[in-house]
């Protein structure tokens, strides 16, 4: 292990996460578990643990970890729960729900990306099962799901994600315009959403037929 990387994110941990009030020790394991620096492109490294997002190609970006750390916390996971999440990007975020104990399923629209995450979370162990598709229209086949993580801005709340996600269960999605959004947290009562307001963010865009027109072309399986 790179000394130099474990100092990094016991300090992220410690400077970035926690005095913003992350309080769940899973949460805070996991983060202090899982390196990030595996998911980032080799010649930013040393800014994996920046509090900031980073570039990880494809007009993609890996999120500042303590936007990761607050949707993660805002699902309220005791392990074993059954998790969709659209967008996998990096793989972080996959690598963290299963550092859980999750079951996830990703989808992810970037056919490159999702090859590349696969092979680095397999090389790191966590089974993750992931598609390259439409996020917006989430995995019908795996559904129900206990909780839904979208990592991408979209216009409103996709309804074949809420149609996917279980009674009670949580969905954490970014919601707003193509500059900036509101983190939002919903709850799933019958046909009706319980919404509460979780902060302001900037996230790459939700593309697809449930969220912004698409700007290039993926494959829908």
């Known amino acids: 292990m790179d000394r130099n990387f474990e100092a990094a994110r016991k300090e992220m941990v410690f400077r970035q996460i926690i005095p913003r009030g992350i309080k769940d020790k899973n949460v805070i394991a996991a983060f202090l ?3 990030r620096e595996k998911f980032v492109p080799k010649n930013l490294r040393k800014f994996a643990y920046d509090d900031c997002p980073l570039s990880i190609g494809e007009g993609q970006t ?4 303590y936007i990761v750390a607050l949707m993660t916390e805002s699902l309220k996971l005791r392990g074993g729960e059954k998790v969709l999440e659209v967008g996998t990007g990096s793989g ?22 999702a090859e590349k995450a696969d092979v680095i979370l397999r090389q790191m162990g966590y089974e993750v099962r992931i598609k390259v598709g439409d996020g917006t229209l989430g995995w019908e086949e795996f ?11 979209g216009p409103k709340i996709p309804e074949s ?8 269960g949580r969905m954490v999605i970014p919601v707003g315009d193509l500059y900036s959004q509101e983190l939002m947290l919903v709850i799933k009562y019958g046909n009706k959403k319980k919404m ?8 790459v865009r939700l593309q697809g037929r449930e969220g912004w027109p698409l700007s290039d072309r993926y494959i829908d399986n």
């Open 33 to 35: 578990k899982v390196p």
């Open 62 to 65: 890996i999120s500042q970890p």
């Open 92 to 113: 972080y975020q996959s690598a963290i729900l299963a550092e859980m104990g999750c079951s996830v399923y990703s989808v992810e629209r970037n056919a490159k990306l």
């Open 143 to 153: 559904s129900p799901y206990d909780r839904i993580i979208v990592t991408a801005g």
């Open 161 to 168: 994600l809420f149609a996917q996600l279980k009674e009670k």
């Open 196 to 203: 509460l307001l979780l902060g302001g963010c900037q996230c």
